[in-house]
């Protein structure tokens, strides 16, 4: 009669001179089968065979010789709970280890390849130089913002000057609220006339979708910004209310031609009617701060020079775009062409606003969005200026366009926001007896280059925000749908 194995992986081969294997239960003669087993007996069986592969894990991790494995038929293969070890390679990490690898970075945020559960080893070492930083590195906290995308080669239909768009989106060639707009639209208007409609289709149709790959392209360069969303839902409403029954040309001619007006009445109009109105604001002797870049400051500071008003300006400026020094550029070079009435100009960083504060009278600034609760969503650092500038009792005035105003509320800048890629600004710095090499700043292993392109001011810190349709207080800025004439769902 066959004498019953021992399912445990350590123990003799042959039981034939024992009638009771050592993993029997006490009081019972033979093995029972799992079946018989009650659930502890299975429990403690599973885990005498887990401590089995993990002691012959150890033993071949070390170099020793491994022992001979005997799978047992009485029971199922049990899923490993720790690394397994491939035959003759290295352990490797399964998947129950790199969830909870996974599980330890959500609960303690912890930066680098814990994230993503890409640690190689027992410590976790041999994974970090394989994986590409810019995959396995990143603050947890700061996963949701807009990361500057990877140049990649151009899939689907994409139309030339689209592809061309998305790439100098990417590389942040084109900023600014206005100039990321009009270059959206005239890109769209080279897209509609090299459209041609399929047969059996409408263009008011088809061009929605011949569209859609479009625009995704941009969004993929680049996250859209407020005023491209705007603008784009209004052509897309264009689009639908065209005419069936005109002829495929005219009917592109049209939908170009209320681009067109759309770009003259919402940002350029806009903007001299709001030059218009900032310049009464400004005042001989006044001394006017401005933060980074916006372009509408910059016309309402040069009409005003135009009108012979003398004031002096403060310019402002943050890395890693340095965007005030374009601004600065324009006003030097206005006092360059009349040197008897120039505009004196003054360049500071932002930790130098403390002490410049007392000295000024006005605030200009920009903003990249309008939220419904008189909060304004623009570049980083504008929060800081505004902040200081009501603690001295300085008026702010924030320059703004109707059509960059959004209905939805931002509560600060942490919930939505975008990343700038991690321009090396540091070349032209002090101290300049120092190689180009030795200031450039890369990321590290144990560095992290963060540009957080924008913040939120709340309304109590603005004093009125200038639009084309008049001043208007912070408290009422959710009547701007009714002024343009919308109707308010």
């Given amino acids: 009669m066959p004498v019953p194995t021992n399912p445990h992986p350590n123990g003799p081969q042959n039981q034939a001179s024992s009638p009771k294997p050592p993993s029997a239960t006490p009081g019972s003669s033979a093995q029972p089968s799992q079946k ?41 293969p049990q899923p490993p709970s720790g690394p397994v070890s491939s035959p003759g390679g290295p352990p490797r990490v399964g998947a129950s280890t790199n969830r909870r690898s996974s599980d330890a970075g959500r609960v303690h945020g912890y930066s680098g390849s814990i994230s993503h559960g890409r640690f ?29 995308k990877v140049k990649g080669v151009v899939k689907g239909d994409i139309h030339p000057a689209i592809a061309r768009l998305g790439l100098q989106f990417s590389e942040f060639k084109i900023c600014g609220a206005n100039a990321r707009c009009i270059a959206t639209l005239t890109a769209f208007k080279s897209v509609i006339q090299d459209y041609l409609t ?53 009917a592109k001619d049209e939908l170009c031609c209320k681009i067109d007006t759309y770009i003259r009445d919402r940002i350029i109009i806009a ?46 400026d943050s890395r890693p775009l340095l965007e005030g020094k374009q601004l600065l550029h324009r006003l030097t070079s206005v006092s360059s062409q009349l040197p008897k009435s120039s505009i004196p100009c003054t360049y500071a960083l932002l930790p130098a606003l403390p002490s410049l504060i007392t000295e000024v009278t006005t605030v200009l600034l920009g903003a990249h969005s309008l939220q419904s609760n008189g909060a304004i969503y623009s570049r980083a650092g504008t929060a800081l200026v505004a902040m200081l500038a009501k603690q001295h009792s300085v008026p702010v005035l924030v320059c703004c366009e109707t059509y960059k105003f959004s209905e939805g509320v931002v509560l ?26 030795s200031l ?7 560095l992290e280059i963060l540009n957080p392109l924008y913040d ?13 349709v008049g001043l208007i207080p912070p408290s009422s800025i959710s009547s701007i749908p009714i002024a343009l004439g919308r109707t308010v769902l």
């Avoid at 006044?286 to 135009?306: F, M, P, Q």
């Avoid at 004093?463 to 084309?468: N, S």
């Fill in 412 to 437: 600060d800048g942490f919930g939505r926001n975008e990343l700038a890629p991690p321009l090396d600004q540091l070349r032209t710095s002090f101290p300049s007896t120092l190689s180009p090499e």
């Fill in 271 to 316: 903007d001299e009617v709001i030059s218009d109105l900032a310049c009464k604001k400004i005042k001989d002797g006044d001394v006017i701060l401005t933060y980074a870049r916006s372009s509408v400051v910059e016309k309402v500071l040069l009409r005003a020079h135009e009108e012979g008003k003398r004031f002096s300006v403060i310019v402002v």
């Fill in 456 to 468: 939120l001011t709340p309304p109590t810190c603005v004093t009125a925000v200038v639009t084309e």
């Fill in 36 to 76: 018989s087993m009650t659930k502890a007996q299975r429990r403690e069986l599973q885990e005498r065979q887990r401590a089995a592969k993990q002691a012959l894990k150890d033993q071949q991790a070390a170099g020793g010789p491994s022992a001979p494995k005997t799978p047992s038929k009485s029971t199922k």
């Fill in 120 to 148: 190689g080893g027992a410590d976790g070492a041999s994974a970090v130089g394989d994986e590409d930083p810019s995959r396995s590195r990143g603050l947890r906290i700061f996963l949701h913002f807009g990361l500057p």
């Fill in 198 to 250: 399929p047969q059996n289709n409408t263009l008011s149709r088809h061009l929605m979708t011949h569209l859609s790959p479009q625009i995704t392209h941009l969004v993929s360069a680049r996250p859209m910004s407020v005023t491209m969303g705007n603008a784009i839902r209004q052509l897309k409403l264009e689009i639908s209310g065209s005419d069936i029954d005109l002829p495929e040309q005219d």
């Fill in 440 to 446: 450039a700043l890369h990321p590290q292993p144990n």
